[in-house]
């Protein structure tokens, strides 16, 4: 099955700097890679996402790039603020237009501190 | 706005009980998926569905058995609760191709 690593595990960074977090798959037949962010005590919601048809997607100070020859994608947040403070998880699935699903297999995570 | 709830925040169970630990979503989605989560382990699959009465194995599903009786309803069991059981467990529902959206969790603790 799929296999996703996630680095750093906890990355800290001054406020208004950048962060970025890296994730590696092992399945080429991925397809559809997710981001999540988990603040403490709440539920995973996703921040961005990217399919791999598409080798950059950006949303405000949020962006993913995708390189799957490397089979690599990273998370990019510019000028970092205190409400960026959360776990961020990446995750991979094969999605199958015939219908049908997969679950998500997920890297296990970055603590991403921003001190001020 | 969707919504994906859970049965309840915090359980604690001993070592051989069975638990039922439910899930219901409002929008209406085809799939429904269970995690559990552990420190420094991230997220991982159990079981996941895709219909009513169907269900897949996920990366994880020793131990747990599944039911989806109705399409909103997902429930997980634990027929013989364990100690290497407690964990975060995490309830999901999506339909392709939105992503999943995740309940609150429930804390469950086997003593």
């Excluded at chain 1, 403490?40 to 919601?45: E, I, M, T, V």
């Excluded at chain 2, 609760?81 to 339909?95: D, E, G, K, R």
Aim: hydrophobic share 30%; aromatic share 10%; charged share 25%.
């Amino acid at each position: 099955g799929e296999n996703v690593e996630q680095h750093p595990s906890t990355l800290s960074v001054q406020e208004g700097d950048s962060a970025v977090i890296k994730c590696t798959y092992s399945d080429s037949a991925s397809n559809y890679f997710p981001w999540y962010k988990q603040e403490l005590g709440k539920r995973p919601q996703l921040i961005i996402d990217i399919r791999s048809n598409v080798g950059e997607k950006k949303d405000q100070r949020i962006a993913v790039t995708l390189n799957k020859t490397a089979k690599h994608f990273s998370l990019h947040i510019t000028e970092t603020q205190p409400e960026d403070s959360a776990v961020y998880f990446c995750a991979a699935r094969i999605h199958s237009s015939g219908g049908g699903a997969d679950g998500l297999t997920f890297g296990k995570g970055t603590h991403l501190i921003i001190q001020p | 706005d969707v919504k994906v709830t859970q049965s309840s925040r915090y359980l604690v169970k001993r070592t051989g009980e069975k638990v039922f630990l439910e899930c219901v979503q409002d929008m209406d989605h085809e799939n429904m998926f269970w995690y559990r989560q552990d420190p420094g382990l991230g997220l991982r699959l159990i079981y996941f569905s895709y219909d009513v009465k169907m269900k897949e194995k996920g990366d994880i599903p020793e131990g747990y058995s599944v039911s989806r009786e109705k399409k909103e309803r997902f429930s997980l069991i634990l027929e013989s609760a364990s100690t290497n059981q407690t964990s975060m467990y995490l309830c999901a529902s999506s339909s392709p191709p939105r992503e999943q959206f995740f309940g609150p969790g429930t804390r469950l603790t086997v003593l």
